[in-house]
């Protein structure tokens, strides 16, 4: 079974939590996700309000070690999200990072740039469908050769 890390804005802005939710769902269709509480604003704030910083970061970087994919929506900035692409490059993980377009925002040129990304830019969630079939059978192709 494929396990997958998925990230999104926690902290600095929950404003995607919805297409958080539809992205979780479409990822369960490949593996395990295994941070499915980011599209539950709910579960954010009963399971990972309560712990410290310190957990909440090593618990994190414990899935990043045992995922297979790492996949981030990255509309709303966060430095979390990047610092966790960060480490995700650095562990020699595939990474896909999602932005929608039609946001206003900017997706950032340290991730943007990045070789170690995979970028796609999207106007509605069900356009990743594909994507995340594509990306998912690729990295877990990558990975078994």
Known sequence: MVK?????????????????EKIIKMLRLYGKVLTEHLGD????QTRDRVLSDRTIH??????????????AEVTVA????????????????????L???GSGNRV???????EGVKMHYYSVPDELKSILAQFIS????RRTS
């Open 4 to 20: 997958i890390y998925f990230c999104g804005s926690i902290r600095g802005g929950r404003q995607l939590a919805s297409t958080y």
């Open 41 to 44: 604003d709910n579960e954010i």
């Open 58 to 71: 090593d618990r994190d970087l414990q899935w990043i070690r045992e995922s297979d994919v790492v996949v």
């Open 78 to 97: 966060s430095l979390g999200v990047g610092y966790e692409i960060g480490r995700a490059i650095e562990m020699d993980k595939p990474v896909l990072c």
């Open 99 to 101: 932005f929608n377009n």
């Open 108 to 114: 950032s040129a340290m991730i943007a740039g990045s």
């Open 138 to 141: 690729q990295s877990v192709a």
